[in-house]
């Protein structure tokens, strides 16, 4: 028999339905027992007369919470269930895995008269058994939300008429800088994990493709140990030709978190807000925009926060976290453009003005750094120049050639999945990430 998704189940038919999922809830008497079956769509009420349906008694005489099983009949409608409404009376019911007493407590459970409160376990001894971690209406909702985001962004861009690409993960040379990449061996030499699809991308616009995305894993060998950071994540990255300035990224960039997060809110908007208590807002445009000098100067002025001049030329953590309270009071926006950082703290393939000020920018998104986002430098004797300038002009080497043979001038930004939903769900990347990675956790 074909299996029915409990959430496509309507009431009152004679037809006996199979559904399946996880035991959700058990309650056994001498007369009764009442099973709520979780599926990936909803919760149903299984309720079993012992008497009347011997052998489905028999069957379940052993389960226990977070089993599987099968269950097989008709659903009735019943006021009294709390759970919609309706019930199933079982012809039949399957255990198709018998779940042990499990290892974690997923959630805290208040004290009762007859029972002890339980606390929840720590979220790194969740992560050590994060497959029944994953079981709870919270960590199936977080994914669901990614699912709608990146389809929302996938969507969008189509529109837009750019490509869909995926760079290769294992390459010869540092993707940026030399650091903070992970070196293994392949074959007779060493390879490295990409850090950033960026080389790639720019090759793509030597190739003509004019505008194209990726969505894929990204490697930072960093050892930091954040609520932000991990070792593996998920990037968005877009790349786009024929700009006229880096403000036309900026735009693009705009446009696609807007309708993204216009979709996520009308999908799922009311249930992030039930299970999370993180209302979404959806932003309008433009977003703000400032100099980091003026933010600097404004946050110094309205919030008391200063820093050694030599921190200046980037953004601070703290600077960071206190931009949304002054984009909030000076703009009513949860969103903040900030342009203007000193050449020495942007990577050499960003295109500089006259002045030497790079032609970029960093996006943040409720007080945390999102994107970095550039036009590039598409000439090829100022990119050498500048690759040289850092000390890396023959470690990519192979990447200046893609300019040597014509190349139109473009940009392009990175995002990280795994951080768009941490923020949007209020969480920390370890509980945001179907499996976090980090200096020290490399299973499950």
């Known amino acids: 028999m074909e299996r029915t998704y409990i959430k496509d189940i309507k009431a009152g038919t004679d037809q006996a339905l199979c559904v399946q999922g996880f035991v959700d809830n058990f309650r056994d008497s001498k007369a009764m027992a009442f099973i709520v079956l979780k599926d990936i769509t909803g919760r149903l009420q299984i309720t079993v007369e012992k008497e009347k349906m011997p052998q489905v008694a028999q069957a379940i005489e052993a389960l226990t919470p977070d089993s599987v099983i099968t269950a097989i009949g008709p659903v009735i409608e019943n006021e009294y269930v709390k759970l919609g409404g309706r019930e199933m009376i079982p012809q039949e019911i399957i255990v198709e895995s018998l779940a042990e007493a499990l290892p974690i407590a997923r959630k805290s459970i208040p004290a009762t008269k007859k029972k002890q409160a339980v606390e929840r376990s720590s979220i790194d001894q969740r992560l050590d058994y994060r497959w029944v971690d994953l079981r709870t209406d919270e960590n199936q909702l977080m994914f669901k939300v990614q699912t709608c985001l990146v389809n929302a962004m996938r969507e969008y861009l189509l529109k837009e008429n750019f490509l869909e690409i995926h760079t290769p993960k294992l390459i010869a040379a540092a993707s940026e800088s030399g ?204 990119l050498k120049a500048q690759a040289e300038e ?51 956790r490399l299973t499950p």
Request: glycine share 8%; with cysteine; charged share 30%.
């Open 179 to 382: 650091a903070d990449v992970f070196e293994v061996k392949y074959f007779d030499r060493n390879a490295y994990l990409a850090q950033s699809p960026q080389f790639y991308k720019q090759m793509a616009m030597a190739g003509g493709f004019e505008r194209i995305f990726e969505v894929g894993p990204v490697f930072r060998a960093e050892k930091s140990f954040t609520n932000k950071h991990t070792t593996e994540f998920t990037g968005f990255d877009l790349e786009m030709s024929y700009i006229h300035s880096f403000r036309d990224v900026m735009d693009m960039e705009a446009r696609l978190l807007t309708y993204a997060l216009g979709k996520v809110k009308e999908t799922y908007g009311e249930e992030i807000e039930a299970l999370f208590g993180v209302p979404l807002t959806v932003p309008t445009l433009p977003f703000p925009e400032v100099k980091l000098a003026d933010l600097y100067e404004g946050l110094e002025k309205e919030f008391g926060y200063t820093i050694d001049e030599a921190e200046k030329g980037d953004l601070t953590t703290d600077a960071e976290h206190l931009s949304l309270e002054w984009v909030k009071k000076h703009y009513n926006h949860e969103f903040l453009f900030v342009t203007d950082y000193k050449p020495e703290k942007r990577a050499f393939y960003h295109m500089r003005d006259e002045k030497g000020m790079p032609l970029g920018f960093d996006l943040i998104w409720r007080g945390t750094e999102i994107t970095t986002g550039a036009q590039r430098e598409h000439r090829f004797a100022q």
């Open 390 to 440: 850092k000390g890396l002009g023959e470690d990519v080497k192979f990447y200046l050639d893609f300019f040597k043979y014509g190349c139109p001038p473009h940009g392009g930004f990175g995002l990280g999945v795994d951080r768009l939903t941490m923020l949007l769900l209020g969480l920390a990347i370890k509980e945001c990430m179907f499996l976090f990675r980090s200096p020290n």
